[in-house]
């Protein structure tokens, strides 16, 4: 039997075709921020450009460059 071939993306790739676009991290404690994906690192500290801060889905603040500490994060898209 022939192997398939897939077409999986590593986490890395997926990181890497956002970075300089709008994406949405959410946080552990349910905030989430959207923004311009900055830069990442390898301990997944984010930051962000021109972010808006929603709580419940209402927009609660607007900032302008952002940091979020990687344990902080759960989850981006």
């Known amino acids: 039997m022939e192997a398939q071939q897939t ?3 590593s986490p890395t790739d997926f990181l890497n075709s956002v ?3 709008q994406v949405t991290v959410k946080l552990n ?3 989430d921020y959207k923004g311009v ?3 990442l690192d390898g ?3 984010i930051a962000l450009e021109n972010t808006e801060e929603y709580v ?3 927009l609660k603040n607007k900032y302008g460059d952002t940091f ?3 344990n902080n994060g759960n ?3």
């Open 7 to 9: 077409n999986a993306r």
């Open 19 to 21: 970075l300089g676009r």
């Open 29 to 31: 404690s349910g905030i």
């Open 37 to 39: 994906l900055a830069c």
């Open 43 to 45: 301990y997944m500290n």
């Open 56 to 58: 419940d889905g209402s």
């Open 68 to 70: 979020i500490r990687g």
């Open 75 to 77: 989850d981006i898209h």
